[in-house]
């Protein structure tokens, strides 16, 4: 059953969306700064990474976007991979993690056609 458009709580809960949607530039925009951080300070620099990760795979999944959840998540695992294993992150690995913050550009992309 599709929620009553007329019902308060669905509004606000829309609303909420739409202002997070909003912010996803932002939050990419993060991404894209922590990753330049990682390529010029190596591993001191992945546990920011992997906490904005970490907080985009959480409020995805809690705004009902899961792409953005799932697509955060999997990089939060492959840079907490990176983290527990101690190595310096390589041209491979930042590729990886360009790649990763695309994807999840991409999910809030996808998330902003269907809320518009």
Same mark, same amino acid.
């Given at each position: %059953?599709?929620?009553?458009?007329?019902?308060?709580?669905?509004? /606000?809960? #829309?609303?909420?969306?739409? +202002?997070?949607? @909003?912010?996803?530039?932002?939050? &990419? +925009? +993060?991404? @894209?700064?922590?990753? !330049? $951080? =990682?390529?010029?300070?190596?591993?001191?620099?992945?546990?920011?990474?992997? /906490?904005?990760?970490?907080?985009?795979?959480?409020?995805?999944? *809690?705004?009902?976007?899961?792409? =953005?959840? !799932?697509?955060?998540?999997?990089?939060?695992?492959? &840079?907490?991979? %990176?983290?527990?294993?101690? $190595? *310096?992150? !390589?041209? =491979?690995?930042?590729?990886?993690?360009?790649?990763?913050? +695309?994807? &999840?550009?991409?999910?809030?992309?996808?998330?902003? #056609? !269907?809320? *518009?």
């Amino acid at each position: %059953m599709a929620p009553d458009p007329a019902d308060p709580l669905a509004q /606000q809960l #829309r609303q909420l969306r739409q +202002e997070y949607l @909003r912010d996803s530039g932002k939050r &990419v +925009e +993060e991404l @894209r700064d922590l990753r !330049t $951080r =990682v390529a010029h300070e190596g591993p001191a620099a992945l546990p920011d990474l992997r /906490q904005a990760l970490h907080r985009l795979a959480g409020s995805g999944g *809690s705004y009902g976007f899961p792409d =953005v959840s !799932t697509r955060s998540r999997e990089a939060e695992h492959f &840079v907490a991979d %990176m983290i527990s294993t101690g $190595r *310096s992150p !390589t041209a =491979v690995d930042l590729a990886s993690i360009d790649k990763a913050i +695309e994807s &999840v550009a991409a999910a809030f992309q996808d998330a902003l #056609r !269907t809320i *518009s």
